[in-house]
């Protein structure tokens, strides 16, 4: 039966990162690096999750919620004082713990099962998740002996040429036992180049002493790879997106271009949807079936239903019903809700408006704070005023309700059904059901004009242009 809690370390300055953000926090296709990590330790099964929190540490806290226990390391002494800062939390348990690096962003649910069942298995003290390198430079190495047993763990810039050829490293993942781990933790020193208490000298310890130390070689040379700098967040960003791509594509989702196409983790598309090209697909957004998505789409926080299509547009936190069409040039903000069949044309704005089934907001409007029914058709330039410099207000317009060009709704306002706002009117008070609102200057012809301004014009001599 495989039992284990997990410590995660996520309280360093992540110094090569320049950066305000707690490295854990820098996101890789729209998730925190800690979340990936925290991830794979649930879906292997872990018990309960701590984790050593100390640079801008409520940032980090806030991030991971109550998904974790965290504890604070207020100075940041190197991975072996982190986590001696959780053995308090620890002390009423007996096992197995799992080590990980708040980092160690690719690390996989199915590295951490191997991991923790040979542990168990050979009922080892401690055991650590390696991989090989072809490239090990940064790395700490698996120092083995002549007949292959790990002797210890030495760091990079503390590696004699010899140790620096190894190409097995340390992935910063570990199962321990948990009172030899913390038996071990209590006589390391800050005795190395960089004065820290490195995690990593429970190793030589543990061997001094007589335990079992095993490790298991991830296939996946990815495992090792912490992510250090911003370079390195970017590879991780291509590896993670490459296979978000992948398994969309495999389940029935075309990509024209998959290169140009970026989608985040926990973003869903159904089955025969198109994605053109230069999109982003950001979030927790849902798309439906059998629509089409760009080119030039960006969409966060939204739910597309089936059908749907949306060209050159900016969605966000929006609601597209079924069949409706976006684009191109729309920008949709929060709270938009567009029932099915909507339509919502070249340079429109909603923000926080319900537009109802199979309406038309097809050019240059602004909607904003509004309620439109069912069949209606809002003319080009239509501006809800919604907005006095203090407070915003709602515009409702009823279904069949037909708004000319250039229309003006100075919000509060209610357009009964069926009614009509003639062209180049500003409303500022209701009109009723089945009515004509018309609210502009009566047009006056005045005749001859155009004749007697050129004569007054021919007295005043040559024009000056
Ligand atoms: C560490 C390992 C190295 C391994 C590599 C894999 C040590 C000494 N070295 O090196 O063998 O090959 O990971 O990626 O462990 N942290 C704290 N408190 C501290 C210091 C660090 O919580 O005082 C946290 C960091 O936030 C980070 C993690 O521990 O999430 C690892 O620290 P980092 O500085 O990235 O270690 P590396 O030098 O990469
Ligand atoms: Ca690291």
């Not at 953000?21 to 309960?48: N, Q, S, Y």
């Not at 992935?171 to 948990?178: A, G, P, T």
């Not at 317009?397 to 009509?420: L, Q």
Request: proline share 3%; glycine share 10%; aromatic share 6%.
């Amino acid at each position: 039966m495989r039992r284990f809690q997990a410590v995660i370390l996520a309280a360093g300055l992540g110094t090569r990162m320049r950066s305000n953000l707690p490295k854990v926090l820098h996101e890789i296709c729209g998730k925190p690096m800690i979340t990936l990590v925290l991830d794979a330790l649930e879906a292997a099964g872990a018990e309960r999750i701590i984790a050593v929190v100390g640079h801008r540490a409520e940032l980090v806290e806030e991030s991971v919620g109550s998904r974790v226990t965290c504890v604070l390391q207020e100075e940041q002494k190197g991975t072996g004082h982190a986590v001696m800062q959780a053995k308090d939390e620890l002390s009423g348990y007996e096992g197995t713990v799992v080590v990980a690096a708040g980092d160690a962003a690719y690390l996989r649910e199915s590295d951490l099962r191997s991991l923790v069942d040979h542990h168990q298995k050979t009922k080892a003290s401690a055991t650590i998740l390696s991989a090989v390198l072809q490239n090990p430079s940064g790395y700490g190495r698996l120092a083995r002996d002549t007949s292959g047993r790990i002797q210890r763990i030495v760091e990079e810039k503390d590696c004699s040429p010899e140790e620096a050829m190894i190409k097995e490293v340390n992935s910063s993942v570990y199962c321990f036992e948990k009172s030899d781990l913390f038996d071990a933790l209590s006589s390391i020193t800050p005795d190395n180049i960089q004065g820290e208490y490195y995690l990593t000298d429970v190793i030589e310890v543990m061997i001094r002493k007589g335990l079992r130390v095993e490790a298991v070689v991830s296939d996946d040379p990815l495992t090792a790879q912490g992510i250090n700098t911003r370079v390195q967040l970017a590879e991780a960003e291509r590896v993670f997106r490459d296979r978000i791509r992948e398994r969309l594509m495999l389940s029935g989702v075309t990509m024209v271009d998959p290169l140009t196409t970026f989608v985040d983790f926990d973003v869903e598309i159904g089955q025969d949807t198109i994605i053109l090209p230069f999109t982003v697909i950001r979030g927790k957004t849902v798309i439906g079936e059998n629509c089409t998505i760009g080119p030039f789409a960006r969409i966060t926080d939204s739910k597309v239903s089936d059908g749907a299509t949306i060209s050159d547009a900016v969605v966000i936190e929006a609601e597209i019903g079924e069949g409706a069409q976006v684009g191109p040039y729309s920008y949709l903000r929060r709270g938009t809700v567009l029932a099915e069949r909507a339509k919502i044309g070249a340079f429109v704005e909603v923000k926080k408006s319900i537009v109802g089934k199979g309406s038309k907001v097809p050019h240059q409007t602004y909607l904003g704070d509004a309620i439109v029914g069912e069949g209606v058709n809002i003319g080009a330039g239509t501006i809800t005023c919604n907005y006095d410099g203090f407070r915003k207000y709602p515009t409702t317009i009823s279904d069949r309700v037909f708004v000319g060009s250039n229309t003006n709704f100075v919000a509060p306002v209610t357009i009964g059904k069926g009614a009509y706002v003639a062209a180049g009117s500003t409303i500022t008070e209701d009109v009723p059901e089945g009515a004509l609102g018309i609210a502009r200057k009566k047009q006056k012809n005045i005749h001859g004009w155009a004749e007697k301004r050129l004569k007054e014009g021919s007295k005043s001599g040559p024009r000056d242009d």
